[in-house]
């Protein structure tokens, strides 16, 4: 396998996201992507634009992500490509609870613009990933956004395998409730997302994620310890992963550069290094088209800080070539 693509984009303000993702990858070899100002149904706000990716080899494999803001600046996103140039947030308009679980804010509250002073776009024929670093304000979240096939570990009809396709982000999707204590405590402290049809059909259906990303390597005897990023729903229990990326945690950063290639054993990774930062701590965030509150904590890798000493160890995403 190849490399993925990698676009490293720089500083880029929230109001032009959309834009300058789209206009990067318009030449990517395996998505064609493209920009529109089209508001997206059903939700009518600040259009921010959206982005719309359409895989080369199979394109029933479709997102859209619309950047959007009132009270606070998110995403909203659509698995199905509507016809008559309509643009829909289908994920939103079909999930079975709030419209408002599912969106994904980029920021506890607040409609000025602000950027990512790093933004970071992956493409492969199988996932688009998007990391966005911010510049440490306290109330902007880091911008992870994995949208694509997933692995399944049992063989599946092919007509259920082809919609095992999600979506996730850094904001746990589907929680609103008011038990404060469960964000205290950690016991919600898992990724949730989206899939595109169950194994029973169902359309739009949240599942979790997790992944061990503290472990540190390599250890004793050389030992690496790479994770996947497991994906799960409780009754089925854990159903795939996330398709050829991975985590890992090297106790020095400086040997496993960012861009350069791990060998370990028959398999071969690109590295790419993340910014371990503090993500804003209040779980009380402003829901888009109310007053009313969403509750949640920033989640992606399994904690926002590694356990550090004098020798901080590297947190990093590795993409199977």
């Known amino acids: 396998m190849a490399a993925p693509n990698r676009y490293d984009l720089g500083r880029v303000n929230v109001y032009s996201l959309a834009s300058t993702i ?19 149904k ?10 719309t990716f359409k895989n080369k080899a199979d394109p029933t494999l479709y997102f859209m992500l619309n950047i959007n803001t009132q009270s606070n600046h998110f995403i909203q996103a659509g698995f199905y490509e509507a016809e008559g140039g309509n643009i829909i947030a289908d994920i939103g308009r079909d999930y079975i609870n709030s419209y408002n679980n599912a969106v994904t804010p980029l920021i506890t ?16 024929s199988n996932f688009v990933y998007i990391n966005g670093e911010t510049d440490g304000t306290p109330t902007v979240y ?21 919609d095992f396709v999600g979506l996730f982000t850094h904001f746990p999707a589907g929680y609103n409730g008011s038990d404060y ?6 016991s919600k402290n898992v990724g949730q997302g989206f899939v595109k049809k169950s194994r029973n059909g169902t359309k739009n259906v949240v599942y979790n994620f997790c992944t061990s ?25 854990v159903r795939g992963e996330f398709w050829d990326m991975y985590v890992v945690c090297f106790k020095d950063g400086s040997a496993y550069p960012d861009g350069s290639v791990l060998s370990v054993g028959n398999d071969r990774y690109y590295v790419f290094h993340v910014v371990d930062q503090l993500a804003p701590q209040s779980y009380n965030i402003t829901a888009p088209g109310s007053n009313n509150q969403i509750y949640g904590r920033w989640y992606f890798f399994d ?6 000493g004098a020798d901080k160890p590297q947190r990093a995403l590795l993409f199977k070539i």
């Open 213 to 237: 990303s503290q472990l540190v390597s390599p250890a004793v005897g050389g030992k690496f310890f790479i994770s996947p990023f497991y994906v799960y729903e409780n009754a089925e229990g």
């Open 303 to 308: 904690t926002s800080f590694l356990r550090v």
């Open 22 to 40: 789209a206009t990067a990858l318009v030449d990517d070899p395996n998505w064609v992507v493209a920009y529109s100002t089209v508001i997206p």
């Open 109 to 124: 509250s607040g409609t000025g613009d602000f950027y990512y002073k790093q933004l970071t776009v992956f493409t492969t």
């Open 181 to 186: 204590t469960a964000y205290d405590y950690s």
């Open 142 to 162: 880091p911008l992870r956004l994995y949208m694509g096939r997933l692995m399944s570990y049992e063989n599946e009809d092919p007509l259920v395998a082809k």
């Open 42 to 51: 059903p939700f009518n706000s600040t259009n921010r634009g959206s982005m």
